[in-house]
């Protein structure tokens, strides 16, 4: 199967991969929208952080139906092969089709959100498609925080019925979503001159994914094995400074590699000899998880500083000991986590290290309580914290005519049941239930794999039958 770009929602995505989209980086794409609504004689408005509303008026026969909400983010997360020089503030994506597959070369192809834009383009551009009043909701800044979402004006969103296009899988629909928020750990560095050799270990090989989606998998987080492998070394009596520690790339991405730099008087062979053992260890543990582990050990260009020794027992402590990844599951509802959070980044800039981790509860005091156990961690260890983008969650409605609709339309085409499904990753849907507390949600998207990773895979029959049942559900809203 090609990816055909006579069909409308095909040619608007491949429109959307020429432009540069990465989170904070939207303004391009949301001015291509507001002259694709002028070009169509279409309301639109466009908001100071670059979110779009496109306006479009019913259809004859449509007049009297309620307004119908469709909605979803401009922003791609922007991951890459460390030999990709593709640049994401610059540059168009590069795809590849292979088998009716749609990737990118090297990077994320951004699906997630880009066939939510691409479909509510093409709904747009079809004046044959019969339907209520549409608002059609293009938000900014849904992958670092729902930023974007958040600076939605109430008033500006009349329809009480929304499609949020941030969902896959073609015959499922979301029932809830989690709340969450970014907790940005700060710890100062005190640096002392270093004469031992210096030494790079990095870790890779690992999978990654959506930290919503992803979790409960107990994949490895690059950020956290790198560092349980050099305190498990210090506590069989090496003695190890660091120099520098990165990894990941976003807050909502398990790390897939990270690396520290560090000096070291102890014997390379004693440090090797640890390190393999960390790393039979740990390949024991993923071996069903995330079985692609791997590190690489060796020495590096020499460190006039390091660590002092206070500060550097300091920090590998509160990273050692920081709570990450799945926490709590529901009891009710089967398979779904009900709490968790992501060490998602860890920057070494100037005299701080940084450390991002996103935090995920469906419960408002799950979310309370990992930030207390940051809170007392970085007390400890004399480092601060501070809690950005703090967003509601959306809460299972047992009634849902909405539901009942997209279920009967998904029937009537394929001859398949509609799958419900409640998520723990964050979405904007609990951003829109919070203005109006009876909004109607249904979420509809394709079969896509691999998302926030450069190997995303886009599924193109899926994401034609998912249009037909996005269209027509669409006709079905009266």
């Known amino acids: ?139 900014v800044q849904e992958e670092t925080g729902l930023y974007g979402s958040m600076n939605v004006k109430k008033e500006d969103i009349k329809a009480h019925r929304m499609v949020s296009l941030d969902g896959g899988g073609e015959t499922n629909t979301l029932l809830s979503s989690a709340g969450g928020c970014r907790d940005h750990i700060v710890k100062k560095l005190i640096f002392v001159a270093n004469e031992c050799p210096t030494y790079r270990l990095a870790v890779g090989g690992l999978l990654g994914g959506h930290s919503g989606g992803e979790i409960h998998k107990e994949k490895g987080n690059a950020n956290k094995l790198v560092m349980r492998i050099i305190k498990e070394a210090m506590i069989e009596g090496a ?65 006039n500083k390091c660590l002092s020794d206070q500060c550097n027992r300091e920090v590998c402590d509160l990273v050692y000991l920081l709570p990450n990844g799945f926490k709590a599951r529901s009891m009710a509802i089967e398979g779904l986590t009900i709490t968790s959070l992501n060490l998602g980044v860890v920057e070494t800039i100037g005299d701080e290290l940084i450390l991002s981790v996103s935090i995920r509860s469906a419960l408002n005091s799950g979310i309370e309580n990992l930030i207390r156990e940051i809170a007392c961690l970085t007390e400890v260890f004399n480092a601060s914290y501070s809690i950005h983008a703090h967003y509601p969650g959306w809460n299972y409605s047992e009634i849902s005519p909405m539901r009942d609709t997209l279920a009967q339309v998904i029937n009537e085409l394929y001859d398949v049941k509609l799958e419900v499904i409640a998520a723990h990753g964050g979405c904007e849907c609990g951003v829109f239930k919070a203005m109006h507390n ?30 037909n049942i996005l269209s027509t559900f669409v006709s079905a809203c009266k």
Not at 63 to 83: G, S, Y
Not at 452 to 460: A, G, M, N, Y
């Open 1 to 139: 199967m090609e990816f055909d770009l006579t069909k409308p929602y095909c040619y608007y995505f491949n429109e959307i991969t020429k432009i540069p989209h990465g989170s904070d980086n939207e303004k391009q794409l949301s001015d291509y929208l507001v002259r694709f609504a002028k070009e169509h004689d279409l309301k639109c408005k466009q908001d100071d952080m670059f979110n779009v509303i496109i306006y479009k008026k019913a259809s004859v026969g449509y007049e009297t139906a309620a307004p119908l909400m469709i909605q979803a983010h401009m922003d791609m997360v922007c991951e890459k092969n460390k030999d990709s020089a593709h640049d994401f503030v610059s540059d168009p994506l590069k795809l590849v089709c292979n088998d009716g597959i749609l990737s990118a070369e090297g990077t994320t192809l951004g699906a997630d959100d880009g066939t939510g834009v691409a479909y509510m383009l093409a709904i747009l551009a079809d004046d044959e498609l019969p339907h209520p009043d549409l608002e059609c909701v293009f938000t």
């Open 438 to 467: 009876d909004m109607d949600i249904v979420s509809i998207g394709p079969k896509a794999k691999y998302i926030h990773t450069p190997d995303e895979e886009l599924d193109l029959a899926s994401f034609d039958r998912t249009y």
């Open 239 to 303: 003695k190890i400074n660091l120099v520098s520690y990165e990894g990941g790339l976003k807050e909502n991405a398990i790390p897939r590699e990270s690396e520290i730099v560090f000096a070291s008087c102890t014997a390379q062979t004693k440090l090797q000899a640890s390190f393999d053992k960390s790393t039979k260890a740990i390949k024991e543990e993923l071996e069903f998880s995330d079985a692609g582990f791997k590190i690489e050990f060796k020495k590096t260009e020499p460190a």
